[in-house]
């Protein structure tokens, strides 16, 4: 294992992306709200939205379909479009489940995520991780969503540990910056969309053979 992973006091995964495949379902329901207006939603679009908390999509949504005033239409929209897309097709992202559980049973572990607290419950109750972690803590349980160090800071206080010598697992560069922020040394598995990617070590998957090696040494 790299010398860039030290042994950490805590571990803070986020979630959307990086414990379970939830990018799709993202992709799924952010289409559904710009067809109802009539407009494309591609790959560009995507790189402009991926790794937002909620409040910032709704915000650049009403910014692009010119309807200011319509944030609450817009995010029970999405929230509705999500959570059904979620209940649908989420799955957990290849080795999260295992790497989770090696490191739950040696070190303090959390979720930091960008979701609301309703879309982050049914991302891991599908995934099969509710109640793999000492600590989740949503978007909307904090003043300032990632790219703020907020969240991260508020994980790490709730476990009870020290964010330098704490490690976050990322997949987009507005959570690592987030992580970075609030001092965590930071492990990348980027997205598709998130090269290059900022962050003390790279993995292509949580699957990785030497990330489960190192977890199992701790």
């Not at 067809?35 to 709704?58: C, M, N, Q």
């Not at 005033?69 to 999260?96: F, K, T, Y």
């Not at 540990?161 to 001092?183: I, K, M, P, R, Y």
Request: aromatic share 6%; glycine share 8%; net charge negative.
């Amino acid at each position: 294992m790299p010398d860039l992973l030290p042994r950490p006091a805590g571990v803070v995964f986020d979630c959307d992306g990086l414990l379970v495949d939830t990018e799709p379902c993202w992709t799924v329901a952010e289409t559904a709200v710009f067809a109802v207006r009539g407009l494309p939603y591609g790959p560009a679009e995507k790189a402009d939205f991926i790794g937002k908390s909620v409040a910032a999509t709704v915000a650049l949504m009403a910014e692009r379909f010119a309807e200011p005033g319509n944030e609450d239409g817009i995010r029970v929209e999405l929230l509705g479009s999500i959570a059904d897309a979620i209940s649908a097709q989420a799955e957990p992202m290849p080795g999260a489940i295992e790497l989770v559980g090696v490191l739950a049973e040696r070190i303090p572990v959390a979720v930091a995520s960008n979701s609301p607290r309703v879309v982050l419950d049914l991302a891991l109750a599908r995934a099969g991780l509710t109640g793999a972690f000492g600590v989740v803590v949503a978007a909307d349980e904090v003043t300032h969503p990632k790219p703020a160090p907020d969240l991260y800071l508020r994980a790490c206080e709730l476990l009870g540990v020290d964010a330098s010598t704490s490690l976050a697992f990322e997949d987009t560069g507005t959570g690592a910056a987030a992580a970075a922020a609030a001092g965590l040394h930071v492990v990348g598995v980027p997205s598709p969309e998130a090269h290059p990617f900022p962050a003390d070590g790279v993995f292509a998957s949580l699957a990785d053979p030497a990330l489960l090696a190192w977890a199992s040494s701790l």
